[in-house]
């Protein structure tokens, strides 16, 4: 059974980065069949997807073009988990972000593992 | 605004059945079979229900089923339980710029 462990501060100063970190257990960052994404939620832009890693002989990412010029998320092999930064917040970043894992079918793009969720405040 | 439209509430007794749609783009729903739903309780996180648009994760009630036609997918559930009050989302692969698409959300109320 896969299961999702999000951890991370949930108030951040606007213009700081926000940090989140995704353990994983019951499956490995490093596996060649899953993705792994970062995906808010908030009453004004409901659920948006963020963006992943994934590994596939070697590493890759992807971005939602809203958060592309500020979203780093990175795989931690030694850890067994992945992580999202993202710089420059302000206000409108309010919001609870999840993991979640792709690749549990045929495709990526269906999450079928969540993490519990992390209420992340922007706010001086 | 989200890019697949949803109606915002649906409702119905326990027993009957009722239908969410989801309606998307010929550049998302429209071009690929990789439409997925999930189902949200309050305070929870997002659950699969439906994947590539019709198939069922193991777990999940055969009461929920999936289709799609055009740039329109739907998700229906038969024999309405308490249990399925909740909002649930659609969500589409939409290409290799935009990625994921999801709907609005749409309320179910069990009456």
């Known amino acids: 059974q896969v299961q999702l462990q999000q951890s991370g501060p949930g108030l951040v100063k606007p213009s700081q980065t926000l940090s989140l970190t995704c353990a994983i257990s019951?499956?490995?960052?490093?596996?060649?069949?899953?993705?792994w994404n970062w995906i808010r939620q908030s009453p004004s832009r409901g659920l948006e997807w963020l963006g992943r890693?994934?590994?596939?002989?070697?590493?890759?990412?992807d971005y939602a073009v809203s958060v592309k010029s500020r979203i780093t998320v990175n795989p931690d092999t030694s850890k067994n988990q992945f992580s999202l930064q993202l710089n420059s917040v302000t206000p409108e970043d309010t919001a609870v972000y999840y993991c979640?894992?792709?690749?549990?079918?045929?495709?990526?793009?269906?999450?079928?593992?969540w993490g519990q969720g992390t209420l992340v405040t922007v706010s001086s | 605004q989200s890019a697949l439209t949803q109606p915002a509430s649906v409702s119905g007794s326990p027993g009957q059945s009722i239908t969410i749609s989801c309606t998307g783009t010929s550049s998302d729903v429209g071009s690929h079979n990789l439409v997925s739903w999930y189902q949200q309780h309050p305070g929870k996180a997002p659950k699969l229900m439906i994947y590539?648009?019709?198939k069922r994760p193991s777990g999940v009630s055969n009461r929920f089923s999936g289709s799609k036609s055009g740039s329109t997918a739907s998700l229906t559930i038969s024999g309405l339980q308490a249990e399925d009050e909740a909002d649930y989302y659609c969500c589409s692969y939409a290409g290799s710029i935009t990625f994921v698409v999801f709907g609005g959300g749409t309320k179910l109320t069990v009456l």
């Open positions: 590539e648009a019709s």
């Open positions: 890693t994934y590994y596939r002989s070697k590493w890759y990412n």
């Open positions: 019951g499956d490995s960052v490093s596996s060649n069949t899953a993705a």
């Open positions: 979640a894992r792709g690749g549990g079918h045929t495709s990526t793009w269906d999450f079928d593992y």
